[in-house]
Nanobody
């Protein structure tokens, strides 16, 4: 059983930056590929970025390519999402998730086994 706790959300103006962190406990962190998802009010939960177990492969949604960077530190049991050039459309609750089945990553929420409680990101125009 893995517990995930996100932090780093907040209110930022358009064009600004935020760094989200996700701390994991209760499992062997390097055994999980990790993903960041987001969900805006009235919308589905969508993939933002994902990273393989040892960080060699990453995936980004088209809407965030070139602006967001996912990384992980297996020694610290943490995964990060560096967000730059934020846009009002990035406003959502951001969740980190752990996938124990896929060695590289999945872009499907249904493939993830453990979820954090989410952190709100609000981008003002």
């Amino acid at each position: 059983q893995v517990q995930l706790v996100e932090s780093g959300g907040g209110l930022v103006q358009a064009g600004g930056s935020l760094r989200l962190s996700c701390a994991a406990s209760g499992g062997t962190f390097s055994s999980y590929s990790m993903g960041w998802f987001r969900q805006a009010p009235g919308k589905e939960r969508d993939i933002v970025a994902a990273i393989s177990r040892i960080g060699g492969r990453t995936y980004y949604a088209d809407s965030v390519k070139g602006r967001f960077t996912i990384s992980r530190d297996n020694a610290k049991n943490a995964v990060y999402l560096q967000m730059t050039s934020l846009e009002p459309e990035d406003t959502a609750v951001y969740y980190c998730a752990a996938d124990r089945r896929n060695y590289y990553y999945s872009d499907s929420p249904g493939q993830y086994d453990y979820w954090g409680q989410g952190t709100q990101v609000t981008v003002s125009s």
